[in-house]
């Protein structure tokens, strides 16, 4: 969950702003339609999709945390007789046009995939800036994390899938907990996570990422499980097309390296994984 003291203060102006746009009105009667709370539904879809566009994902998701409240208070009023969807399935609604992973509650690959093409072209004009090494040195890279967990399918028929489950929100947990309010986390897709750290080089992503280990492997888990962590900086790839992909790639070399290496790990990428 984003609150409010983890936003700067153009973004908490800006959400508020939004809030009052999404305020239900106080005279409303105590029973209403089923079309009342489809209509209030479209309308925060529209504000959500709006203050990611404009502010990003995190403002956005703090807002979704106001509308589901907002949700719960217009469900209760729907007349019974009204044929309604779920509140779950309105939340849903929400999640999915937000892009947040339903059962982590952290933004999916997809909706995370904008920020880091933000971040890459942020490096990449500076890069292009300046035409002196030493200057471009000063450029401040952005880093990738790519976190996988180890022996995750031997971990779901061990324990079973909600053990799995349970394990998998524990990760994102600790992965808010541990980068900085201008970093962010999201869910790659099954048991892969992926942090995308802003100003950060692969040695100060490096003490992110062992922080994230260590705190997996003694997070208090029924069933400890432990993880496996690659890093790649923009300093690894080259500026073009492909960009972004290539870094993520090399995100994943070095998090198999990680694997193959014993498990438990973080390995930084270097040239030499790809011999």
């Not at 004009?125 to 471009?136: H, L, M």
Request: hydrophobic share 35%.
């Amino acid at each position: 969950m984003v609150r409010a003291d983890s936003l700067n203060k153009t973004e908490i102006g800006y959400a508020f702003k939004a809030q009052n746009k999404l305020k239900i009105a106080p005279n409303l009667p105590n029973k209403v339609s089923a079309d009342v709370l489809d209509s209030y539904t479209k309308q925060a879809q529209s504000v959500i999709s709006e203050a990611e566009r404009e502010m990003g994902v995190k403002v956005a998701d703090y807002l979704k945390n106001h509308v589901q409240e907002q949700i719960g208070v217009l469900a209760h009023m729907v007349e019974k007789e009204g044929k309604i969807d779920s509140l779950e399935s309105k939340v849903g609604d929400l999640n999915a046009e937000l892009g947040i992973d339903p059962l982590t509650q952290i933004p999916n690959y997809k909706a995370l995939r904008g920020k880091l093409d933000r971040e890459v072209e942020r490096v990449q004009r500076g890069y292009w800036r300046t035409n002196n090494a030493e200057e471009a040195k000063k450029v401040l890279p952005t880093s990738v994390i790519m976190i996988d967990a180890d022996d995750f399918k031997k971990y779901n028929d061990s324990y079973g899938h909600q053990a799995g489950n349970d394990a998998l929100k524990k990760i994102a947990e600790i992965m808010k907990k541990e980068v900085r309010k201008i970093d962010l986390v999201g869910r790659y897709g099954g048991e892969e996570f992926v942090a995308v750290l802003t100003e950060a080089n692969k040695e100060q992503a490096y003490n992110v990422a062992e922080r994230i280990r260590e705190s997996a492997e003694n997070s208090g888990l029924k069933y400890p499980i432990s993880l496996c962590l690659g890093i790649a900086d923009t300093s690894d790839v080259t500026f073009g097309e492909n960009t972004v992909d290539e870094l993520i790639e090399k995100a994943d070399k070095a998090m198999y390296h990680s694997k193959n290496s014993g498990k438990n790990q973080t390995t930084i990428y270097n040239g030499r994984i790809d011999e």
